[in-house]
């Protein structure tokens, strides 16, 4: 490039005390970066040329700042001043409602300690290291002063009327009353869908009128209030308002499950009363999610035939109960109760038609249905380290079997197991098994009287064939007397814990309980006399 004479061209490079680029270092990424600095003396005359330049301006967003930090103030610190300090909440906002609900509430805890004191041994068991001043307090609060405890010897006063404390309990009761009173209809001037407010306003009431109608707003309001909830639920049940009381007690049960014994205590005795069974079934057919376990608690009510009159109505009124629900009220019969005929009639009555016209001696020998778990069906108690179900045979798709899975060492079978109800007489049980079972000791079927527990007849021990199904036969007579109730058992014989550890699987099928030739050559049915 040619420059012009006397033209002397800029040098390259940086410019005289400019900083030179740092080239990027081996461990450049391990520094740390420079954070910008915070200039508060820039900020500080920029709010300066902002006030000089927009006087008004500045001061209206000054104003509406301060009415911000006062409307967070009076808003939102109560909320969180409530639980912990009420009354300087009220301070900072007078007539908040939340503040007002927890000062309530703390009215209702020592109204509640004034109607139940502690008992007297409740009181000597106390730290003797508490204050003196927490002391005086109590002994007010019961009634009495400081000195009440000082014993017979104690000093007796001058002044007759200073022995005395200032308030009675029956004074500070009323006070309470009171205060809640008042603070609730405050609540609810503010906030009139507070239903803990109505719920805390019922309580304090002193009429049963006012307290029905405090309660009964608290209730349509929320059905969450346990206390408006069960104070209903008493009072109808007391004027034998069945419906109404069902409907509180309905709500109980759905939210309040930790009251369910209470609640129900109240519906166990609707059972004997025909138009309050009535009200209980209609409850029942819409299936609320108490119905199975309310249902299932009758098994400790088996004294009378109040249940079996449910279960009925029930049936009747197109809503039957299921296998489940039924099953622990058979089992208490059978079982607590030693009443297996009255057991078997419950449920025979509370069978179909259906049902019926396949109910054999036997039921579900051929396990063509899934057991219904009752006593009188196949019932399959869990066990350890095995599983238990019913299957299709791969060869007859048509038919079933019962197979049992083991596990590796150690296991405990739970048994399969049907009552059943035999005339006197000799019989044959025949069936057939499958299976690669590996253990010291095998599976074994057996016949018992019941509850006695007499052996009847049983099988060999039975390990499976792997080759195909293998029959199997064991002979067993009823005694004509001492065994109208019979047991038919599926078990592992084992006789000690080294003789539980099994392997493989085993299965049973075709399972049948014939009269012997001799017994069944005059046509006499082996069904239960009277069935």
Request: hydrophobic content about 40%; proline content about 9%.
């Amino acid at each position: 490039m040619n420059f012009p004479s006397g033209f002397i061209p800029p040098a390259r490079g940086p410019r005289p005390g400019a900083r030179r680029p740092q080239k990027p270092g081996r461990f450049s990424w391990l520094r740390r970066p420079r954070l910008p600095r915070l200039r508060v003396g820039g900020v500080w005359q920029g709010l300066r040329t902002a006030l000089t330049a927009h006087p008004r301006r500045a001061i209206g967003f000054a104003v509406l700042a301060i009415a911000c930090v006062l409307l967070v103030a009076m808003n939102s610190l109560p909320v969180a001043l409530a639980p912990v300090a009420p009354r300087l909440a009220l301070a900072v906002s007078p007539g908040h409602p939340s503040s007002l609900l927890q000062i309530a509430r703390d009215d209702r805890r020592e109204m509640t300690a004034l109607l139940h004191p502690p008992p007297a041994d409740a009181k000597a068991a106390a730290p003797a290291g508490r204050s003196g001043a927490a002391s005086g307090s109590s002994a007010t609060q019961a009634g009495g002063d400081a000195d009440a405890d000082a014993g017979p010897d104690a000093e007796t006063p001058e002044d007759p009327d200073a022995a005395e404390p200032a308030t009675t309990p029956g004074a500070d009761l009323q006070h309470l009353r009171a205060d809640i009173r008042d603070r609730a209809r405050a609540v609810l001037r503010s906030a009139p869908l507070t239903a803990e407010a109505y719920r805390l306003l019922g309580e304090a009431e002193e009429t049963p009128d006012e307290v029905r109608t405090a309660m009964l707003n608290a209730f349509a309001l929320s059905r969450r209030e346990p206390v408006a909830t069960f104070t209903l639920l008493i009072e109808a049940y007391e004027r034998r308002a069945f419906a109404d009381a069902l409907e509180k007690a309905d709500a109980l049960l759905r939210n309040t499950p930790a009251l369910n014994s209470y609640t129900s205590s109240y519906l166990t005795p609707m059972l004997s009363d025909p138009d309050a069974r009535a009200a209980l079934v209609d409850v029942l057919k819409q299936k609320p999610p108490w119905r199975t376990a309310f249902l299932q608690s009758l098994g400790d009510k088996v004294s009378s035939d109040d249940g079996v009159e449910l279960f009925l109505a029930m049936k009747q009124a197109g809503s039957p109960a299921s296998s489940a629900e039924l099953t622990p009220y058979l089992l208490a019969r059978l079982q607590n109760a030693k009443d297996p005929q009255g057991s078997y009639n419950v449920w025979l009555q509370l069978l179909s038609d259906e049902e019926l016209a396949r109910l054999l001696p036997v039921n579900n020998a051929d396990f063509a249905a899934d057991p219904s778990g009752t006593p009188f069906d196949w019932r399959i108690t869990r066990g350890r380290n095995v599983n238990v179900r019913i299957v299709r045979l791969k060869d007859e798709p048509e038919a079933r079997a019962i197979r049992t899975d083991f596990g590796v060492g150690r296991v405990r079978f739970g048994g399969v197991s049907q009552v059943v109800f035999l005339r006197p007489g000799s019989y044959m049980f025949e069936g057939q098994q499958f299976g690669t079972m590996s253990a010291k000791r095998g599976m074994v079927w057996e016949v018992r009287c019941f509850p006695k527990s007499n052996l009847l007849g049983q099988s060999s021990q039975l390990f499976g064939s792997r080759r195909g199904w293998q029959g199997f036969e064991f002979p067993f007579t009823v005694p004509p007397t001492g065994c109208q109730t019979q047991i038919i058992r599926l078990l592992h014989d084992s006789r000690s814990a080294s003789e539980e550890y099994a392997s493989g699987d085993i299965q049973f099928s075709k399972i049948r309980v014939n009269p012997a030739a001799a017994d069944g050559a005059n046509g006499e049915s082996y069904l239960p006399a009277g069935r």
